[in-house]
């Protein structure tokens, strides 16, 4: 029996090994703990935090029917036939006339644009097409000039009033 020996001095390393095995895990896991606390208490701050500005955004209403209230109110204190008022510009304008920009005027009630013209005939035809529908009158002509930068060789522009709708 003499050759079989135990030997118990490894036992004794391999169980401080073990032991230092499990003070790392141990540590591992304490701080693990602690990171995962310190998330959770921001989280709990962030959603705190959120909570506070919508009850705070709550507290006075965003109503997001304003834009739409004063667009409504723009348009039946124009007391304008706006679909009337632009189908006239188009409807009367032949390939002579290029239209460049409409701009209503409301506290004058009456609209101002402007354009291009192959030459003062078409242009003179254009606006007593204007003054002849029912959207539009008083048709004036402010001033024109010739221009070089397109094929229709005046440029125009003029205002007219809008007719009231009731």
């Known amino acids: 029996m003499s050759g079989d020996r135990i030997n118990f001095s490894s036992n004794q390393d391999i169980s401080q090994r073990d032991q230092k095995v499990l003070?790392?895990?141990?540590?591992?896991?304490?701080?693990l703990?602690?990171?995962?606390?310190v998330s959770h208490q921001a989280l709990n701050e962030e959603v705190s935090r959120q909570l506070d500005?919508?009850?705070?955004?709550?507290?006075q209403p965003y109503e997001a029917t304003v834009l739409d209230k004063k667009l409504d109110r723009f348009l039946m204190e124009s007391k304008a036939n706006w679909a009337g008022l632009?189908?006239?510009?188009?409807?009367?304008?032949?390939?002579?006339i290029t239209?460049?920009?409409?701009?209503?005027?409301?506290?004058?009630?009456?609209?101002?644009?402007?354009?291009?013209?192959?030459?003062q005939e078409?242009?003179?035809?254009?606006?007593t097409r204007l003054e002849a529908t029912p959207a539009l009158k008083q048709v004036e002509l402010q001033r024109?000039?010739?221009?070089?930068l397109s094929p229709n060789g005046l440029e125009f522009f003029a205002v007219a009033k809008w007719s009231i709708y009731e």
């Open 23 to 31: 003070v790392a895990l141990l540590f591992l896991t304490i701080c």
């Open 33 to 37: 703990l602690g990171g995962l606390y």
């Open 53 to 59: 500005l919508q009850r705070s955004s709550n507290s």
């Open 86 to 96: 632009f189908s006239s510009f188009e409807n009367t304008k032949t390939s002579n």
């Open 99 to 119: 239209l460049l920009g409409i701009e209503p005027q409301l506290t004058e009630q009456q609209v101002r644009f402007s354009g291009l013209a192959k030459d």
């Open 122 to 127: 078409a242009l003179n035809l254009y606006l």
């Open 144 to 148: 024109y000039r010739n221009t070089t």
